[in-house]
Each structure stands twice: as structure tokens, then as C-alpha cells.
């Protein structure tokens, strides 16, 4: 059964930076995309970042890019998002999330979860 578990989040001052990491076991990592989502209090799910089984295939919401860099390792089946500049706006409830088939910004297309990491920006 596929795992995923996020870590590396915390409490920044804007301006900060901070880099979250997801863990993966049980799954065919090299073969397959990996997201990262949040949530903040009352909003819907939202993508972020998203890198195809190659890394070479990068994709980022346009509130993050520039900001936020995705990448992955598949000899130690995991993936990281660096977030620098953060704002306040970034505050949200980070998940890693993997697929097998083509496409990124979908919540609903992704198969697991993460259990989600805490990320706050305070101004």
C-alpha cells in the first residue's frame, strides 16, 4: 500500500524560506507524478507544483512561480518543494500527492495522499 509523508513544515516571517520534503513507499515512484497541493482554512484544495516521472516536466500555479521549485529524487523515492519569498497568502495546509497517468492540476486525478504539513507566513 502506497505511503506518502510530508515533513518540513513550520512558522516563517514573510520574506522567509522554508522546504518541505515527501516521503514515498509502495508505489512505482520513478513512473509516477508527483504533486503538491494546499488548503488554507476555508478555501478548496489547491495545486501548487507538480514534476512528471522524468523531472524534466516542471509545473507551477502562477501564484508560486518564481518562488516555489520543485524536484525529485528517485533513488531515494522522494520530492521536495523549495519555497522562498513566502507570503502570508502561502499559509495552507501542504499535501504531497502521486498519479501514474499524464496531467497535473487536478486534485481529483491524484490516487494518494499525504496526511498534510502545517505551513504559516506570518507578516
Known amino acids: 500500500q502506497a505511503q506518502l509523508v510530508e515533513s518540513g513544515g513550520g512558522m516563517v516571517q514573510a520574506g522567509g524560506s522554508l522546504r518541505l520534503s515527501c516521503a514515498t513507499s509502495?508505489?512505482?515512484?520513478?513512473?509516477?507524478?508527483m504533486g503538491w497541493f494546499r488548503q488554507a482554512p476555508g478555501k478548496e484544495r489547491e495545486f501548487v507544483a507538480a514534476?512528471?516521472?522524468?523531472?524534466?516536466?516542471?509545473y507551477y500555479a502562477d501564484s508560486v512561480k518564481g518562488r516555489f521549485t520543485i524536484s525529485r529524487g528517485n533513488a531515494n523515492n522522494r520530492v521536495w518543494l523549495q519555497m522562498n519569498r513566502l507570503e502570508p497568502e502561502d499559509t495552507a495546509v501542504y499535501y504531497c500527492?502521486?498519479?501514474?497517468?499524464?496531467?497535473?492540476?487536478?486534485?481529483?486525478?491524484?490516487?494518494?495522499w499525504g496526511q498534510g504539513t502545517q505551513v504559516t507566513v506570518s507578516s
Open positions: 509502495g508505489l512505482s515512484f520513478s513512473l509516477a507524478t
Open positions: 514534476i512528471y516521472w522524468s523531472g524534466l516536466s516542471l
Open positions: 500527492a502521486a498519479k501514474r497517468s499524464a496531467g497535473v492540476g487536478v486534485v481529483s486525478s491524484y490516487e494518494y
